[in-house]
Nanobody, 124 residues
């Protein structure tokens, strides 16, 4: 059974940085498209970033483009999200997700496996 576990969340001041990690076990990590999503109370889960199986292709939500960087290390079965210049509106629970399809997608319905989430709080 595939499991995804996020880590690296926490409390940071506006303008600061955090790096989230997502460790995947129970499957072939290099065969998964990997994505980051986030959710705040009362709102739908939203797309943040995605990276293709080999890491060649990435896509970002407009709200994080230029500030966040998604990457992966297939040898370590781990995906990362480097978050710089954080804003209070980035406060959310961040989820990683794995998908069997090739390429990239912003649609959460296409993802097959989800982590439990990690809280990111940005203070003003």
């Amino acid at each position: 059974q595939v499991q995804a576990v996020e880590s690296g969340g926490g409390l940071v001041q506006a303008g600061g940085s955090l790096r989230l990690s997502c460790a995947v076990s129970g499957g072939t990590f290099s065969s998964y498209t990997m994505g980051w999503f986030r959710q705040t109370p009362g709102k739908e889960r939203e797309f943040v970033a995605v990276i293709s199986r080999g890491g060649l292709y990435t896509d970002y939500a407009d709200s994080v483009k230029g500030r966040f960087t998604i990457s992966r290390d297939n040898a370590k079965n781990t995906m990362y999200l480097q978050m710089n210049k954080l804003k209070p509106e980035d406060t959310a629970v961040y989820y990683c997700a794995a998908a069997i399809f090739a390429g990239t997608s912003r649609h959460l319905g296409r993802y097959d496996y989800w982590g439990q989430g990690t809280q990111v709080t940005v203070s003003s």
